[in-house]
Nanobody, 115 residues
Framework: QVQLVESGGGLVQPGGSLRLSCAASGFTFSFAIMGWYRQTPGKERELVAD???????NYADSVKGRFTISRDNAKNTVYLQMNSLKPEDTAVYYC?????????WGQGTQVTVSS
């Protein structure tokens, strides 16, 4: 079955960096569009960044220039490098795979940006 396992979240000070990883299994990773989303209490889940099979990327305006999404098809893993973190980046971050018209989600990892 499809599994997406996020890791790398935690507590970081404003201006700091974190790298999130999402290890995928149960489908042909190189054929999937992979994305990172985030959600805070009382708000809808929002797209942070995604990367397609050709490695074209798309970012939310709020993270452009600070976050970088990448994928390693040999490791079935997608990454989100987050730099210059701000308190408003605090959220649960979710990995999503779109494969053969279906969406699959990971369990999420908490990112807290606070001094």
């Amino acid at each position: 079955q499809v599994q997406l396992v996020e890791s790398g979240g935690g507590l970081v000070q404003p201006g700091g960096s974190l790298r999130l990883s999402c290890a995928a299994s149960g489908f042909t990773f190189s054929f999937a569009i992979m994305g990172w989303y985030r959600q805070t209490p009382g708000k809808e889940r929002e797209l942070v960044a995604d990367i397609n099979v050709s490695r074209s990327t798309n970012y939310a305006d709020s993270v452009k220039g600070r976050f970088t999404i990448s994928r390693d098809n040999a490791k079935n893993t997608v990454y989100l490098q987050m730099n210059s973190l701000k308190p408003e980046d605090t959220a649960v971050y979710y990995c999503k795979a779109r494969y053969l018209t279906r969406d699959y989600w990971g369990q999420g990892t908490q990112v807290t940006v606070s001094s």
